[in-house]
């Protein structure tokens, strides 16, 4: 079974450009969640996706990030203009809606995608 | 607000060597931890999750410990390896909602 992946693994825009990163969760996962961590922090939560409507978007940093998850399926997250502190590495983690049997509720992560912003 | 503290920030140990990792959490009020390895440049690999209703997990040379009423998880690595040179996470699910609070991780460099 393939895990979640994520496309591109490193993008490098300059500031004010825009740049589309996306998400392929694992198939049947209907939670998604995006994640990021930028130079010298912890990863931090962004959003949660529940199919194809937003659980929770507390963690989006500013208007300039729009997350989206048309038809329940694969997730795109679009930052418009790009700033500096924007760069960093964007996870994506995927997990079924209800706990499966010893696993609980485990998310399961992309390998991310690093964003330079120049 | 839930805060995950990784203690120490960094450690190089010799080749050979047990070592434990620590972690804290502010709120007891969680659904289970995880313990994740980050090698450099890549994405995040799970090791280790523990339910909230579990005290440990074992995995080959790691075992992970929880105690959930002081907020504490241990990460003990036996006989460690220079392929065991990463950063570790820890990291800790909710039960008010599905996100993941991360530390701020653990640079374990081994020595040989």
Known sequence: EAGVTQFPSHSVIEKGQTVTLRCDPISGHDNLYWYRRVMGKEIKFLLHFVKESKQDESGMPNNRFLAERTGGTYSTLKVQPAELEDSGVYFCASSPLTPTSGGGNEQFFGPGTRLTVL | ?112
């Open chain 2, 1 to 112: 607000k839930q805060e995950v503290t990784q203690i120490p920030a960094a450690l190089s140990v010799p080749e050979g060597e047990n070592l434990v990792l620590n972690c804290s959490f502010t709120d007891s009020a969680i659904y289970n931890l995880q313990w994740f390895r980050q090698d450099p440049g890549k994405g995040l690999t799970s090791l280790l999750l523990i339910q909230s209703s579990q005290r440990e997990q074992t995995s080959g040379r790691l075992n992970a410990s929880l105690d959930k009423s002081s907020g504490r998880s241990t990460l003990y690595i036996a006989a460690s390896q220079p392929g065991d040179s990463a950063t570790y996470l820890c990291a800790v699910q909710g039960w008010r909602d599905d996100k993941i609070i991360f530390g701020k991780g653990t640079r374990l460099h081994i020595l040989p």
